[in-house]
């Protein structure tokens, strides 16, 4: 069985948390360095990371302030 990528198995970790109820929505997520130190991956995994997320609208990215976690309502159905 081929392995899951890092920013799959990273991102799906993170949806998982959120839904858990540990993150919650509106609340602000970790920088790119702190999360790649986290799970011990290079900060480009974890923009990869962001960058799905943000497709799934799990996240949204506000300019200088950081990336925030949205309303589940508003998340896109995975595929």
Do not use: C, N
Not at 16 to 23: A, I, N, T, Y
Not at 42 to 47: A, E, G, K, L, P
Request: hydrophobic fraction near 35%.
């Amino acid at each position: 069985m081929p392995q899951t990528p890092d920013y799959i198995r990273i991102s799906d970790e993170i949806i998982k948390d959120l839904r858990s109820g540990k993150v919650q929505p509106g609340e602000k997520l970790p920088s790119i360095a702190d999360m790649a130190d986290r799970f011990e991956v290079s900060s480009s995994t974890i923009q990869m990371v962001y960058v799905r997320l943000e497709a799934l609208r799990v996240i949204r990215r506000h300019q200088g302030k950081g990336i925030f976690v949205t309303d589940p309502k508003t998340w896109m159905r995975e595929p």
